[in-house]
C-alpha cells in the first residue's frame, strides 16, 4: 500500500470509528475531555505506527491504543492523588490506607518510567514497536510477528532484547 493510500485508509478509519472510539475511551476514564485527548493521541500515535507498517488489524490496533492510553491516564491520576496528600498537613499526609501509594514510592514509579521512555526513545523501531505491543497492548508474540512481517522467534529477540534494555537503566528484579 501506497502512503497515499495509507492516508486515506487512515482518514476512512477516522471518520468512520470516531464516535465509537470516543464513547469506549469516555467508558475507560469517565471524563469525556479526556476521552478527547485520549481518542486524538491515539490516532496520532497510530499514524506515526502505520507509516512505516500497516497493522493486520488496524481498528483493533487502534482500540489497543486508545486502551492503554486511559490505563496510563487513571495510573496518573492515582499518583496525582498521591502527590496531592503528600501537602496535607503532616498528620494527614502520615495516613496511608490499603491501595494508597506512599509518595517515594510513587517518586521512584515516575522516575523509573521517565527512565523507560528515554529507553524506548533510543530503540530500533521494530524493538519499539514490538516491545509497545507487548507489554502495552498485550500482543502474543505470533501477532508482533506477523504484524511485523518478522519469524517469532524474531519477535521474541526484540521484546526480550527492550526488555533487557528497560532492565539495565531502572533498577527492576
Known amino acids: 500500500m501506497d502512503s497515499l493510500e495509507q492516508t ?27 476521552a478527547e485527548d485520549i481518542v486524538q493521541e491515539a490516532w496520532l500515535r497510530f499514524a506515526r505506527i502505520v507509516a512505516d507498517i500497516w497493522p493486520a488489524d488496524p481498528l483493533r490496533y487502534l482500540y489497543r491504543i486508545v486502551r492503554n492510553l486511559a490505563i496510563d491516564y487513571r495510573r496518573q491520576k492515582a499518583r496525582e492523588g498521591v502527590v496531592l496528600e503528600s501537602s496535607l498537613p503532616e498528620t494527614a499526609a502520615s495516613t496511608v ?3 494508597e501509594v506512599p509518595l ?70
Open 97 to 99: 490506607t490499603d491501595g
Open 8 to 34: 486515506g485508509s487512515v482518514v476512512s478509519l477516522y471518520t468512520t470509528h470516531q464516535r465509537a472510539l470516543l464513547k469506549y475511551a469516555n467508558s475507560l476514564v469517565s471524563d469525556r475531555s479526556e
Open 104 to 173: 517515594d514510592q510513587a517518586m521512584r514509579d515516575r522516575d523509573a518510567v521517565e527512565a523507560v521512555r528515554a529507553v524506548m526513545a533510543e530503540m530500533p523501531e521494530q524493538m519499539r514497536i514490538a516491545f509497545e505491543m507487548h507489554r502495552f497492548g498485550g500482543s502474543k508474540l505470533r501477532e508482533i510477528a506477523a504484524f511485523l512481517n518478522i519469524s517469532v522467534s524474531m519477535a521474541h529477540v526484540l521484546v526480550s532484547e527492550a526488555v533487557g534494555r528497560c532492565r539495565r537503566r531502572v533498577d527492576w528484579p
